[in-house]
């Protein structure tokens, strides 16, 4: 633990965070989520590295970072396509103009006592930005709710394809398409076993401001969400989940 915190998430969030720093639900007597987690990103991680114990740790990441990016990139044409919008859309706009796509590896541990009240490895979210891809180790515990607005909410449990990709919507796509895509709510529960899962974040450039895109908009359904700066609303969605912390 001593070697993971000299290396602690950082004022550009990079880097480690420890279980229980994260708290996005609102039940008072939850500690938060049991995970931990290590961000990766292409820029502000200078004092984030350990070569002498992880001599090709940069190499491969940087190398996921890469194929992830470009394989993010091609959904969102077809995102773009689906939207009856020119497939370099979200290029063109500048959503990539900056890159700040973010890998996070992530681990909850196996012997997180699963009936605790308010014990979770994730508490539901959905993620802030435009896509996320998540790969897993096939260890079950990652839900969805396909109907976020209604309640009671139902919780289905996300299989494990071998060699896919789950790909998930984020808050910043759901705003920029005026609520056509819907990001996805989702969660980690314990399932009484260690797992292990790498998230890749497309957020769009942090100067970009998102608007509800035109195609999306019409008399009978008027823009839902006012124009923000990714950058702004990434930055608060951040602060306001580690608000409660030490790290
Ligand atoms: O570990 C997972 O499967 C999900 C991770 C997640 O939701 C996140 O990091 O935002
Ligand atoms: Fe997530």
């Not at 984020?170 to 529960?189: A, I, Q």
């Not at 124009?227 to 969605?237: A, C, N, Q, T, V």
Request: hydrophobic share 35%.
């Amino acid at each position: 633990m001593e070697e993971k915190m000299a290396l602690r998430k950082n004022s550009s969030h990079r880097g480690y965070t420890a279980p229980y720093s994260e708290k996005v639900d609102d039940f008072p007597n939850s500690r938060g989520d049991s995970k931990e987690t290590f961000y990766i990103g292409l820029t502000g991680d200078d004092n984030l590295q350990n070569n002498e114990c992880f001599p090709s740790w940069k190499k491969t990441m940087m190398s996921y970072h890469a194929n992830a990016f470009a394989t993010g990139k091609k959904i969102l044409s077809l995102i773009a396509l689906s939207l009856d919008l020119d497939a370099e859309f979200f290029e063109k706009n500048g959503a990539f103009e900056i890159p700040t796509a973010v890998l996070r590896l992530l681990h909850y541990t196996g012997d997180v006592n699963a009936s605790e009240d308010g014990n979770i490895g994730a508490a539901a979210h959905s993620d802030y930005g435009m896509l996320t891809l998540l790969a897993t180790d096939g260890t079950p515990g990652l839900q969805i709710c396909r109907e976020k607005d209604r309640h009671p909410q139902l919780w289905e449990d996300v299989h494990h394809i071998d060699g896919s990709l789950i790909v998930n919507i984020g808050d910043l796509l759901e705003r920029w398409t005026n609520c056509v895509f819907r990001s996805t709510l989702h969660r980690v529960v314990p399932v009484g076993k260690d797992r292990y899962s790498v998230a890749f974040f497309i957020d769009p450039s942090p100067n970009l401001v998102i608007q509800c895109m035109e195609s999306c908009c019409n008399e009978a359904y008027p823009p839902r969400f006012p124009p923000i700066k990714s950058g702004d609303y990434l930055e608060e969605r951040l602060n306001s989940t580690y608000k409660l912390t030490t790290v």
